[in-house]
């Protein structure tokens, strides 16, 4: 059976013939998707670099979205929902390459010591992991999570003054919600311990840009892979940071396996077509590399207006392999 034209960004991976047999597919840069090549679009596959929104699905056909991403913050759910546009998505597809690129930083830095202290901010699929790195190491470990705290109760949780005032490393793993937008300001910042160091691998928008930069004699070690403005990157930021990468903590393989078959999955169940709702990605060789995070913090460096490119471009990583030391 024919279900019509289905538009997806062409930096999503593995994709390649998987859905000729239902669909007439266009591959397009995920910043340049536009109103006029969905219009007669039934689905469309994306990444974080397509607005979802009236703009561009107003007037449209598509009856699916699904991003291989685990955020949903680049589409308008509430628009979606009125409409009847199903959204699906990949929660917790790159996890472990974001933990992994947080212990990456963590000991290239120096910082995994025993018994240092390391706080999480956000406990989901990635922060859990993330804290689950730090145990390993050896490190005391701080959670922060109010919607979780709310639901589950205070019981390993810490209050969020208390764990940045504690906190050696204070690390975010919060999705971008309209209410955590300038999430870290300057408040924020002053209540860190003096000589403590932060990360960001979780949204730009998150922190304040403005208070990061006044804060940061007061701080150690800075370590960011998502900015805002993205490609456009904040330079002052990027000159003062000691690890700066271009938004590809979770650039894995098997994340990026995850994130298609979550998609391919979703194409599958939308559209009753019985071969996709299993899809599983196949035959792909893991790289044997170990991750040298400095690599990529050399590579943004040497030419930061490249940064759509670095990502676009990313020779993606096997997140089960140990670091470079």
Not at 40 to 56: E, G, K, M, P
Not at 292 to 318: G, K, M, T
Request: aromatic share 8%; glycine share 8%.
């Amino acid at each position: 059976m024919y279900f019509g034209n289905l538009i997806a960004d062409r930096d999503i991976p593995f994709l390649e013939g998987v859905l000729d047999d239902w669909f007439d597919v266009r591959r397009l840069p995920g910043g340049e998707i536009g109103p006029d090549d969905v219009r007669d679009a039934s689905a469309l596959l994306v990444r974080t670099r397509t607005r979802c929104n009236a703009s561009l699905l107003e007037e449209s056909a598509v009856q699916l979205v699904a991003t291989a991403t685990i955020g949903t913050d680049h589409i308008d759910m509430r628009y979606c929902a009125k409409h009847g546009i199903t959204v699906a998505s990949a929660p917790g597809c790159n996890a472990a390459a974001v933990a992994q690129y947080v212990g990456a930083a963590l000991h290239a830095l120096s910082l995994d010591r025993q018994g240092a202290t390391l706080g999480v901010i956000g406990v989901g699929h990635v922060g859990s992991l993330v804290a689950e790195v730090g145990r390993r190491a050896g490190m005391r470990v701080l959670l922060s999570d109010p919607p979780r705290e709310a639901a589950e109760g205070p019981a390993g949780f810490t209050p969020l003054p208390e764990l940045l005032a504690a906190s050696d490393i204070v690390t975010l793993h919060i999705p971008l919600w309209p209410e955590n937008r300038d999430f870290a300001d300057a408040a924020f910042f002053s209540q860190m311990r003096p000589g403590a160091s932060f990360f960001n691998a979780s949204r730009g928008e998150v922190v304040d840009e403005d208070a990061l930069l006044a804060a940061r004699p007061r701080l150690d070690r800075l370590v960011l892979d998502v900015w805002k403005n993205e490609p456009s990157i904040n330079r002052a930021l990027l000159t003062v940071a000691d690890i700066a990468t271009p938004h590809i903590a979770g650039y894995s393989i098997q994340g990026k396996i995850n994130g298609t078959q979550a998609v391919v999955r979703a194409v599958g169940e939308t559209f009753g077509i019985d071969p996709l709702r299993q899809f599983s990605v196949t035959g792909v060789s893991l790289p044997q590399e170990p991750y040298d995070i400095f690599r990529d913090d050399a590579a943004l460096r040497r030419d930061p207006s490249a940064f759509e490119s670095l990502r676009s471009h990313y020779a993606y990583r096997n997140d089960q392999l140990k670091t470079l030391s």
